[in-house]
């Protein structure tokens, strides 16, 4: 099994297409930075979940493992070696405090809505992310963890803490632990949310907004291989090269 320094590594590389050239993502600087602008162009292209019928097939089977969190973020209920945690951003929970997880929040619901607390295992601000122990398990099939990006990626979120919608746009490359996607439209409410591939895994975790409406920039989020390297509670087993 690979150590973990060595995974972080690689998978950098990996994800980068396996070039070690930096990419023009890495040129952004921390200045020009903001999660405020995080609209991609012109318009706000948010689909209901229910309605979604673009090229990622895959969200139709993962939709239900997303969660509204607090109200006001988004998570994903992941596999994990020592059992189902939901993953989400670390800003977006404070260790000891209660935590309110809301799963089939949607326009058209296609089943109850489950409602549970949770308890926070672990908490980052780099890598930035949290893990959440839930006090009841729904009857829904865990999110695996990737290494491997795909032409397109998906958000599945809760903008502004709403209804369950889908923003799908082009994956722009990673730098250092951070995954860049361009043409995705997130809102506050979206941090948390995983980055999801054509092949149905988590990437990543949606945290920060850099998109400006004349289409420039690209929003980004920590990816799954550095938040793998970063847990106590996540095993290298947890994150595939698929």
Aim: proline share 6%; charged share 15%.
């Amino acid at each position: 099994m690979m150590p973990r320094a060595a995974l972080a590594a690689v998978s950098a590389i990996a994800a980068c297409g396996g070039s070690s050239q930096p990419l023009t993502v890495c040129e952004q600087s921390q200045a020009e930075r903001s999660t405020a602008r995080t609209q991609c162009g012109a318009t706000l292209d948010f689909i209901p979940v229910n309605q979604y019928h673009g090229a990622l097939t895959v969200v139709a089977t993962r939709e239900d493992a997303v969660v509204l969190i607090n109200g006001n973020c988004t998570g994903t209920l992941i596999a994990a070696t020592a059992g189902p945690v939901v993953l989400t951003a670390g800003h977006c929970v404070v260790p000891g405090d209660p935590v309110l997880l809301a799963f089939n929040v949607e326009d058209q619901p296609d089943g109850d809505t489950l409602v549970t607390n949770g308890t926070v295992i672990e908490q980052a601000s780099e890598p930035d992310y949290a893990l959440i122990r839930l006090d009841r398990m729904p009857a829904i099939t865990p999110t695996p963890l990737t290494l491997r990006p795909t032409e397109l990626v998906a958000v599945i979120q809760h903008p502004r803490g709403g209804p369950k919608v889908v923003a799908e746009g082009k994956y722009a490359g990673a730098c250092g632990e951070e995954i860049f996607y361009t043409d995705l439209d997130t809102l506050v409410g979206s941090s948390g949310a995983g980055v999801l591939t054509s092949q149905g895994a988590v990437l990543g975790v949606h945290t920060d907004g850099d998109c400006a409406r004349d289409g420039t920039g690209s929003n980004r989020g920590w990816s799954a291989w550095s938040i793998v390297a970063a847990s106590a509670y996540l095993r290298d087993a947890d994150i595939a090269d698929r």
